[in-house]
């Protein structure tokens, strides 16, 4: 069996849980036997510090996306210019500007790449579709999210093979587009959902949001929960000397490493606390880097610097060695998230979570029992901090169920059993 996995670029620049699943699963799916071939659109595909694509051209590079978006007369420009577009300095240059552009702006040109052969971006798809049809002839193509969705029509006009989609957090892009293109790449998103054959959430509470915001029938979307690569992650001590709280995701408001860090002022006023230290990893881009700064003052100002550590490297030897360095794991995002990659990296390492009820959070401390769900933060963490013995019975608990339940290779055969119920 072939299969093409169709991802969006990322420079590997801050925490990217969509990047990650991508590169782990293509991987997996190998060493299990099927034939994979991952295409990159927009930028080349860097995780953890390391180009994994293979050697693949970048299709709607994201220099000339955004031309062909601004100006018409590079809709119609020559091959020879667009290949200039995407040399890999060119994008590599781009790469560096990932992650500071805001979704709030990016309206029309989301809704043109959703509009698929009718947006602006035209000739791109063309290309990408009879590079498919002429080299690679696969048995199933695949879709990392949903805004890639304006590719699955023409996708299945032209190579007859059946369209996967997977779905994970598009609602946090789309949402923030400003009006009335919101709404717009809404409806694009729900006129383009026959052109999918199968739909894959990364968790039912996604599942669930998803159906009823695209009015897409539940029978339609399976349900696999990420799984990560296990090797590697050896077990945290958690003697709490010193007590350590831990944060690893992207450095932003939108994930509440502000709460957090509020979270912990509060909790060094606790007597049995006044020993702990903050460790935060997971990167930063553009206006995020001034709103780290800003809280790397506030720290100052309360006397706190030298007990908060923020850490750079966050690639996949030292985000380990960063959870086995921990007792209590927390990204406060209020919203919560489709699945949150982080809970089962911690878990990994035996480090137990406290997270917000929100999201598909609840269905992953159900599921792995290794960690809370809080309303209030500050006392949910001070009462697990504040109490060894239940802190490293999640801990345990929550390290037993990935190390169980949510392998990369566990994720890989489910995602296989799709493939062959679609595959005639």
């Known amino acids: 069996m072939k299969v093409v996995h169709i991802v969006p670029g990322s420079g590997g620049t801050f925490y990217c849980q969509n990047c990650m699943r991508d590169a782990a699963l293509v991987q997996a799916l190998r060493r299990q036997g099927v034939d994979v071939v991952m295409v990159p659109m927009y930028l080349p595909m860097f995780v953890d510090g390391s180009p994994v694509q293979d050697h693949t051209p970048v299709f709607f590079g994201g220099i000339n996306v955004w031309l062909q978006q601004q100006i018409p007369l590079f809709r119609k420009t020559p091959r020879w210019l667009d290949q200039w577009l995407d040399s890999k300095w060119m994008l590599r240059r781009a790469a560096q500007m990932e992650g500071t552009t805001s979704a709030a702006g990016l309206g029309k040109m989301t809704l043109s790449m959703l509009e698929g052969s009718d947006g602006n971006q035209r000739k791109e798809v063309v290309r990408l579709v009879q590079w498919l049809a002429e080299n690679e002839k696969p048995d199933v193509v695949q879709l990392s999210n949903a805004l890639l969705i304006g590719l699955a029509g023409e996708i299945k006009a032209a190579l007859n093979v059946p369209v996967v ?38 968790s039912r509470w996604f599942a669930d949001r998803m159906s009823a915001r695209l009015k897409i029938a539940r ?28 944060y690893l995701s992207r450095m932003s408001p939108a994930q509440g490493f502000d709460r957090l860090v509020d979270a912990f002022i509060e909790l060094k006023k606790v007597p049995e606390l006044k020993n702990l230290k903050l460790r935060a990893t997971g990167g930063a881009v553009g206006t995020n880097k001034t709103f780290v700064a800003g809280l790397q003052k506030k720290l ?23 959870l086995k360095s921990l007792s ?86 489910k995602m296989v059993s799709v ?6």
Not at 166 to 174: G, Y
Not at 178 to 198: H, L
Not at 419 to 424: F, M, S
């Open 219 to 246: 029978d339609k979307i399976d349900v696999v929960h990420i799984g990560i690569d296990l090797n590697g992650y050896e077990p945290a001590a958690l003697d709490l000397n010193p007590p350590v709280l831990g």
């Open 300 to 322: 100052a100002a309360c006397g706190l610097a030298d007990d908060a550590e923020f850490i750079e490297d966050f690639s996949r030897e030292n985000r380990q060695a960063f």
């Open 328 to 413: 209590v794991m927390c990204v406060p995002v209020e919203q919560g998230e489709a699945f949150g990659t982080f809970i089962i990296e911690a878990l990994a390492a035996g480090v137990p979570v406290v997270q917000p009820d929100a999201g598909a959070f609840p269905e992953l401390i159900e599921a792995t029992g290794g960690g809370v769900i809080y309303h209030d933060l500050v006392s949910a963490l001070r009462e697990l901090l504040t109490n060894p013995e239940e802190l490293r019975r999640l801990g345990q608990q929550g390290r037993t169920a990935v190390m169980k339940n949510f392998s990369v290779e566990t994720m890989a055969q």
């Open 165 to 202: 989609c997977m779905l994970q957090d598009e609602d946090e892009w789309l949402d923030k587009i400003n009006p009335p293109f919101n709404q717009s790449c809404w409806q694009a998103i729900a006129a383009r959902c026959k052109d999918v054959d199968r739909f894959i959430s990364v």
């Open 419 to 424: 493939y062959k119920g679609l595959v005639k």
